[in-house]
């Protein structure tokens, strides 16, 4: 069957980059599934749906279009019912919205399908909370990556800054703790490592050596 490698972990663990990275050194596709729950938390929000609302958020689920595609510079673009959402995707507004929508079973029943679509040859490196446990429970090789709290928080503003987002260290550290405790104690798919995971603490680690001790897991 089609190899895929899952990496899971909290937001700030390193997860998205790391994941491009070695998707692009194996030639292989990438999935980021929180841009799945992060494109339907703002297209709700662009339709004013109630967050409160499950039955009217899972039908925003199956009905927002969603497409990825790599700009000029191969940064990777998001479009949500064919606009370039990107830039608001990446803001912790969205985060939020999509951590609370992530949170109703049958939003994550309905975004199932079109994340195991993603498996095509040569293989596929997915980007996420619940890939190893939930979606790619199968997968061949499995990475749950942390890093401690305040590391996450400085890589997240590090990010955000870079993207001319006004943000300040100690909120965005605040709202990352709250988003994770509600990922990890959610009752569906909470936030939790395979039990067949190679975990890897990135706390201090540079990005090229986790890209290589994460390949150091497939065959050569
Ligand atoms: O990874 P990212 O920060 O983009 O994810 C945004 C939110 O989407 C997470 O906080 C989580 O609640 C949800 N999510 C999820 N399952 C995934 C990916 C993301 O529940 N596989």
Redesign the pocket.
């Not at 980021?32 to 992060?38: E, F, H, P, V």
């Given at each position: 069957s089609i190899p895929v490698l899952t990496i899971d972990g909290p937001?700030g663990s390193g997860?998205?980059t790391i994941s491009r990275l070695v998707a692009q050194r194996l030639g292989w596709h990438y999935l980021?599934?929180?841009?799945?729950?992060?494109a339907v938390g703002v297209a709700a929000g662009w339709a004013d749906l109630d967050l409160a609302d499950p039955a009217a958020l899972v039908r925003c689920a199956f009905d927002t279009r969603i497409g990825f595609r790599d700009d000029e510079a191969g940064e990777l673009r998001v479009l949500v019912n064919e606009q370039d959402a990107t830039d608001e995707l990446r803001t912790e507004t969205a985060?939020a919205a999509?951590?609370a929508i992530?949170?109703i079973p049958e939003v994550?029943a309905a975004l199932k399908d079109r994340q195991r679509a993603f498996r095509q040859p040569p293989g596929l490196v997915a980007?996420?909370?619940?890939?190893g446990t939930v979606?790619f429970p199968d997968a061949p090789f499995k990475v749950f990556l942390t890093a401690s709290a305040d590391e996450r928080a400085e890589r997240r503003y590090k990010q955000l800054k870079d993207k001319g987002v006004s943000v300040t260290l100690d909120g965005l550290l605040r709202e990352i703790l709250a988003?994770d405790a509600?990922?990890a104690q959610r009752a569906v798919?909470p936030l939790r490592p395979a039990e067949d995971a190679v975990r890897i603490d990135t706390t201090g680690l540079g990005i090229d050596t986790v890209v290589e001790q994460v390949l150091a897991l497939l065959p050569a």
């Open positions: 937001s997860k998205g980021d599934s929180g841009a799945l729950y992060r985060g999509a951590s992530a949170a994550r980007d996420g909370r619940d890939m979606i988003r509600r990922d798919a």
